[in-house]
């Protein structure tokens, strides 16, 4: 048994680290939160130029052929950085056209898409709280598609979206006809969301299906941006609590605000475990991974929640401002807990797979 | 990274259930102890038990492998198999022997501690020295060429049935607080020592005062040097810590757990099926999965000569929080035979739910024994988050 990281593993997890870490906290988080777009185009290139656009995609594609823990040690990472831009839908839609498309589908645009020449979106979601890819009602008619799917992750920049049909994934490409974006005015603004409402717009269908791995490799790639924000947020209340001062002492010095830290302590780092089985299993038992996706999902979402509320009140008024960071990871931390699904919904998907019943005998 | 959790594992699976097949139960008719006996150094042979003790102490000595452990732990309990003992001797004294023990120390008492002909207890705390261990006054002077042990240690846990104590003693009155204590290795069958059995909660007799008269044991009989027992306990402290918190503790409990649910009824209705009941389970098996996989990881960095981090402070805490956890989920669970009083004992005793109102009160001797949450909470926090250090944090 060996559950721990390689050198080339972590050297890659680390260098991402190293470099959103660097960009976000001198200005990039800062700008990209305020801007009109939540899009910093000089970050991103920066960011795909790493490899970050083609870690778990061929490399006969360009890609670097890796595993999705890799992608999650990234996402963690980006997590951590509160790193703005369209990573999780770019990676996702890649994942997708890798999975699902057709040789033709895969030349024209996995290349592009891991030397960040393209970027991509998904959009999975639809109303009625149909947040899983295989609950997918909308359908494409004669290489026609129809209907509203809700809260994709920056479609508008998107070169190619993948959008979740109930006939399967389908690629739709940037000024289709009869394609119209709604942005909703979002909390978390690192990460901006639109509807889009689809009238006749042509899009082409993938021939395989595998709407539910997407689905999974989403709440995994989530719950690695929990896991990355939860440990910042105690990294972040650590620190503040080792200088700033009140009663001439600093405050983590008082025995209350310790044992607070050490209760998030207690919540966070553990998670770390379960993210990473989440997503080795994803590769290496697929029996297990729609469960344990779930479990991590709503584990780590709702940890990340409790971390980022306590890490406000630790730092008191200043934490409490907009001009401090430490509102956008607290918004980062609700975006993560309600995007594709609330803990409890996923709750009562772990429950389900693991055959919780009268009936089942353990 | 890989977990091979494939053929390796079912083959090793099935060596187990093939060694179990053979060796368990024992023949009809046969002393149940001396068969326990017997099949523990079956197991022990084929390295299934004490895999972390070299075999020349009478372990199974394995590599360090915590899914293979599970593996055996999962098929001993199918089998209704004996499994390693357990107890201070077990989980803390041999571990601090193998690694500060003299080697005739190791010699003499690893083996048969394992195989349970010696019973052990703790003498740390003391009315007066709890939390503030370091404090405690037990005095133990040299005379000759032995130790002179005057003094009381308090929850003394099977000092009624143990033949030796290892004792936390202040042997250098002048050294400051930390510095003046020794560990010493203690026969209680002797004149100078009295148990008086106290009664728990559970209303079980397993802890006890054990008042120390003239008790007297040689000089040899110390693990480390003199003045060097603040160091030597902690390396025990730091067992009995891992074996509190330990991930196998919490999945077993969850286990039994979901089985709760599923026999018992609400309104008439599966208790296991309610959305409810459902969410509640989900919730806490976020903490179990999150505790065992990170046991998983730490494990293999160590293997590795890695460390692995924040995670080594948390395990007690986080044992702790989870047993909580599981004690107020079956509650609810229980209903009214949450109004019973367990009787005592593992056979002939509770039948049916209520015997969960010993895991709803063995949670806080959880919490309590090896160092109470708070000052886990201390430790994390000055440790292992490098807040400053108070003024009697027991850290
Ligand atoms: C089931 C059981 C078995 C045991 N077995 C043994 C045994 O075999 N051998 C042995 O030596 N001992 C044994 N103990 C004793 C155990 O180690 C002590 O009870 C424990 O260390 C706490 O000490 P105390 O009882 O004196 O409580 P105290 O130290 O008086 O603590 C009381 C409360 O104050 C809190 N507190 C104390 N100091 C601080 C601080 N600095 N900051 C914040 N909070 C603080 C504690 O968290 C606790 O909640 C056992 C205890 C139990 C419950």
């Not at chain 1, 906290?25 to 305020?34: K, L, T, Y």
């Not at chain 1, 001439?248 to 044992?259: D, L, W």
């Not at chain 1, 770390?272 to 584990?299: S, T």
């Not at chain 2, 509190?244 to 099926?273: H, Y």
Request: glycine letters at 10%; aromatic letters at 8%.
């Amino acid at each position: 048994m060996n559950f721990r990281l390689s050198d080339e593993q972590r050297e890659m997890s680390e260098t991402v680290r190293r470099f959103a870490r660097a960009r976000g906290d001198s200005g990039a988080r800062r700008v990209a939160f305020e801007s009109e777009t939540g899009h910093d185009a000089a970050f991103w290139r920066e960011l795909m130029a790493l490899g970050v656009g083609g870690v778990v995609l061929p490399e006969r594609h360009g890609g670097l052929g890796l595993k999705l823990i890799d992608l999650a040690l990234v996402a963690e990472a980006l997590g951590y950085a509160a790193a703005p831009g369209p990573f999780l839908g770019h990676v996702l839609a890649g994942l997708a056209i890798d999975l699902c498309g057709d040789a033709a589908q895969k030349q024209r645009w996995l290349p592009a898409l891991a030397a960040g020449e393209a970027i991509a979106a998904i959009a999975i979601a639809e109303a009625g709280d149909r947040c899983r890819p295989e609950a997918s009602q909308i359908g494409v008619r004669n290489g026609a598609l129809t209907g509203e799917k809700r809260d994709a992750l920056f479609p508008e920049l998107a070169d190619v979206i993948v959008v979740a049909t109930a006939d399967g994934f389908a690629l739709v490409e940037k000024g289709a006809a009869g394609m119209t974006f709604t942005p909703r005015d979002g909390a978390d603004r690192t990460r901006r969301l639109s509807h889009i409402a689809f009238a006749r717009t042509p899009a082409e269908l993938m021939p395989t299906r595998a709407e539910a791995a997407i689905g999974d490799a989403a709440l995994v790639l989530l719950a690695a941006d929990a896991f990355g924000g939860a440990s910042r947020c105690l990294d972040m209340a650590v620190e503040y609590a080792k200088t700033r001062e009140q009663f001439g002492r600093p405050i983590g010095a008082f025995q209350g605000v310790k044992h607070q830290l050490a209760n998030m302590a207690v919540d966070v780092e553990p998670a770390r475990g379960l993210f990473w089985y989440a997503a080795y299993v994803f590769d290496a038992a697929p029996e297990e991974r729609a469960r344990m996706a779930a479990a991590a999902k709503a584990h780590i979402a709702d940890v990340y929640m409790q971390a980022a509320r306590l890490m406000i009140e630790i730092h008191g008024g200043v934490g409490y401002t907009w001009d401090h960071d430490a509102q956008i990871y607290f918004k980062r931390a609700l975006f993560d807990f309600a995007y594709l699904g609330t803990p409890s919904r996923h709750r009562d998907r772990q429950a389900a797979l693991a055959g919780w019943s009268a009936r089942a005998h353990a | 990274m890989n977990l091979d959790l494939g053929p390796e594992y079912a083959a090793f699976r099935a060596h187990v259930a093939d060694f179990l097949a053979r060796h368990w139960p024992p023949a009809p008719g046969a002393d149940p102890a001396q068969a326990a006996a017997a099949f523990r150094r079956e197991a022990v042979e084929a390295g299934f038990l004490y895999r972390s003790v070299p075999r020349i102490y009478g372990g199974g000595e394995q590599a360090p492998d915590p899914a293979r452990a599970r593996i055996i732990r999962e098929e001993f309990a199918r089998a209704g198999a004996p499994r390693e003992l357990e107890g201070p001797g077990v989980s803390m004294l041999v571990p601090t022997l193998l690694a500060r023990g003299a080697d005739w120390q190791k010699e003499r008492f690893i083996p048969k501690t394992l195989s349970g002909e010696i019973i052990w207890c703790q003498g740390y705390s003391e009315p007066g020295a709890g939390s503030d261990l370091a404090s405690l006054r037990t005095k133990a002077v040299l005379e000759g060429d032995e130790w002179v042990i005057t003094g009381q240690k308090v929850w003394t846990t099977l000092a009624h049935l143990a033949h030796y104590m290892f004792i936390l003693v202040r042997t250098e009155p002048d050294a400051p607080k930390h510095e003046g204590l020794s560990y010493l290795l203690l026969d209680m069958k002797q004149p100078g020592v009295t148990v008086r059995p106290l009664k728990q909660m559970t209303g079980g007799r397993e802890f006890n005062e054990v008042f120390l008269d003239g008790a007297r044991t040689p000089a040899h009989w110390i693990v480390g040097k003199r003045g060097e027992g603040w160091a030597v306990s902690r390396t025990t402290l730091k067992h009995e810590r891992d074996a509190i918190g330990s991930s196998a503790r919490t999945e077993d409990m969850f286990a039994k757990l979901v089985q709760l649910a599923r026999s018992v009824e609400i309104d008439g209705a599966p208790a296991i099926e309610r959305a409810d009941i459902r969410q509640a389970l989900a919730r806490i098996e976020g903490y179990v999965l999150a505790q065992r996989y990170s046991s998983f990881r730490a494990q293999s960095m160590s293997n590795a000569g890695e460390e692995p981090g924040l995670i080594g402070a948390l395990n007690k805490l986080n044992g702790a929080e989870i047993g909580h956890r599981i004690a107020a989920l079956a509650q609810e669970l229980i209903g009214d035979d949450g109004l019973s009083m367990p009787p005592l004992g593992r056979k002939g005793g509770a039948r049916g739910h209520e015997k969960w109102v010993n895991q709803i009160m063995g949670s806080l001797g959880v919490a309590i024994a090896g160092g109470s949450s708070n000052i886990q909470r201390n430790v994390i926090a000055e440790r292992a988050l490098g807040l400053p250090r108070g003024h009697g944090d027991g850290a």
